[in-house]
């Protein structure tokens, strides 16, 4: 969990697919990720304007709005949780369960040779979040799938490109 200090401000673009129900959409997604915010467009086919995260919520004129706080979806993308302090709830293999119970209730599975969580979910009143991640981290994950319970909405990512941000 120290990585969580280390992922420092970026901007990062990813191949995108979101539903919501029977809506389906491709494209790209590209996000600021600063110290104390988190910015990010979703552009379709040709750079069509889909949806927008302003910091508090993520909205579009065909998406459901989907409410997260800038440091949650900082830390969901990052492939880390940095509320409290985790607690060892079981070990398999090379996998440990992580529960944080400090605030709220987060949980995650540490994949011990990777060194990173393979999953986080985390309970809030505005619907549980789920997040599995793979392929390579640098420190970003390669691959996000995120999905919102309540709204039913889902977001697979895959990393395209990523640069430090000036």
Same mark, same amino acid.
């Given at each position: 969990?120290?990585?969580?200090?280390?992922? /420092?401000?970026?901007?990062?673009?990813?191949?995108?697919?979101?539903?919501?129900? %029977?809506?389906?959409?491709? @494209?790209?997604?590209?996000?600021?990720?600063?110290?104390?915010?988190?910015?990010? +467009?979703?552009?379709? +086919?040709? @750079?069509?304007?889909? /949806?927008?995260?302003?910091?508090?919520?993520?909205?579009?004129?065909?998406?459901?709005? %989907?409410? &997260?706080?800038?440091? +949650?979806?900082? #830390?969901?993308?990052? @492939? &880390? #949780?940095?509320?409290?302090?985790?607690? %060892?709830?079981?070990?398999?293999?090379?996998?440990?369960?992580?529960? #944080?119970?400090?605030?709220?209730?987060?949980?995650? %599975? *540490?994949?011990?040779?990777?060194?990173? *969580?393979?999953?986080?979910?985390?309970?809030?009143?505005?619907?549980?979040?789920?997040?599995?991640? /793979? /392929?390579?981290?640098?420190? #970003?994950?390669?691959?996000?799938? *995120?999905?919102?319970?309540?709204? @039913?909405?889902?977001?697979?990512?895959?990393?395209?490109?990523?640069?430090?941000?000036?």
């Amino acid at each position: 969990m120290d990585k969580a200090e280390s992922v /420092g401000s970026a901007n990062l673009l990813y191949d995108a697919a979101m539903s919501q129900g %029977v809506v389906r959409m491709k @494209g790209t997604l590209a996000v600021q990720v600063r110290a104390d915010s988190v910015r990010a +467009e979703l552009s379709g +086919e040709f @750079g069509a304007p889909i /949806g927008r995260y302003d910091g508090v919520e993520l909205t579009g004129e065909k998406i459901r709005s %989907v409410r &997260i706080a800038s440091r +949650e979806l900082r #830390w969901l993308i990052a @492939g &880390i #949780w940095a509320e409290g302090t985790p607690a %060892v709830a079981g070990a398999s293999a090379d996998r440990v369960l992580l529960r #944080w119970t400090d605030r709220g209730r987060a949980e995650g %599975v *540490l994949d011990e040779a990777a060194g990173a *969580l393979s999953s986080l979910r985390v309970e809030r009143t505005e619907g549980d979040l789920e997040a599995v991640y /793979g /392929g390579a981290r640098d420190p #970003w994950p390669e691959r996000i799938e *995120l999905r919102e319970k309540r709204s @039913g909405s889902a977001l697979r990512l895959r990393l395209l490109a990523r640069e430090p941000a000036s």
